[in-house]
């Protein structure tokens, strides 16, 4: 039975996982077409003599990209710093001092 207990609660971690990830996907895709949309509106309203690449074309991308740098460490660094079975050991160390 407990075996049973144990494989949910894996599926239940690697469900939420699966949602971080897609989570960061979708922010990395949106953040690309959206920029990409920003620049080429940009290049077609821009007069002959402007200047192209000025701070409020550069603004946008660049502190967005913090925040999506961000993101992508919120969800694949803990994995990698802290390993694999982390979460897990520190679950059983936990409950091993509640009884």
Not at 19 to 48: C, E, L, M, Q, T
Not at 63 to 85: D, E, Q, Y
Request: net charge positive; proline share 3%; charged share 30%.
């Amino acid at each position: 039975m407990e075996n049973k207990r144990e494989q949910d609660m894996r599926y239940r971690e690697a469900e939420k996982r699966v949602k971080k990830i897609k989570g960061f996907y979708i922010h990395a895709i949106v953040y690309f077409f959206v920029n990409i949309f920003i620049i080429a509106s940009k290049a077609i309203d821009r007069d002959p003599g402007e200047i192209f690449w000025d701070w409020d074309l550069v603004s946008l991308p660049l502190i967005w990209g913090i925040g999506l740098a961000a993101h992508a460490l919120s969800v694949f660094l803990p994995t990698f710093i802290l390993g694999k079975n982390w979460e897990e050991k520190k679950i059983r160390e936990l409950m091993g001092k509640d009884k």
